[in-house]
């Protein structure tokens, strides 16, 4: 019997959902999904610059395993890219740092600790339209204007 994945710990939000090519409608049924173990590797190596190792301690895995997970997304963005589809960024074995959450009305966005209750109102603009960025990319809910 295989022994249960490590969830990996996201440090950060992705800022959109995903992507889709110019002049085209977006297809879902055929689009690239980007896990967010997988973002969240991209972000940490090309982005912050971070080597290997640091990223492997600050997602709670071994070094092996965020080379392969950086291999995946590399792979995943450039199928997508050389065959002009939709990549979506979703899903995955991962936990929260902190709690994520956006207003629908304004998009202003709120990380609070993982103790911390959901906002009821939204502090910029007191619509009470608050969704769970959580909700939103780990279990992709298309229902909000996020996922639409």
Do not use: W
């Not at 092996?64 to 291999?71: L, M, S």
């Not at 936990?95 to 911390?116: A, F, G, I, K, S």
Request: charged letters at 30%.
């Amino acid at each position: 019997m295989a022994r249960a994945k490590t969830l990996r710990t996201l440090h950060d939000m992705p800022v959109v959902k995903g992507f889709r090519p110019l002049s085209m409608r977006a297809n879902y049924r055929q689009a690239v999904i980007l896990k967010l173990e997988e973002y969240e590797v991209l972000r940490l190596i090309d982005y912050e610059q971070k080597i290997h190792e640091e990223v492997a301690e600050m997602m709670d895995v071994s070094r092996p395993t965020v080379t392969r997970i950086y291999n995946s997304a590399r792979s995943k963005i450039s199928t997508a890219l050389v065959e002009g589809r939709s990549f979506l960024i979703e899903g995955g074995d991962v936990r929260m740092v902190r709690h994520y959450y956006q207003c629908e009305d304004c998009l202003h966005r709120v990380n609070l600790p993982v103790d911390e209750e959901k906002p009821l109102v939204c502090i910029a603009c007191g619509s009470t339209k608050i969704i769970s960025l959580s909700d939103c990319f780990v279990r992709g809910c298309r229902h909000c204007r996020r996922c639409r």
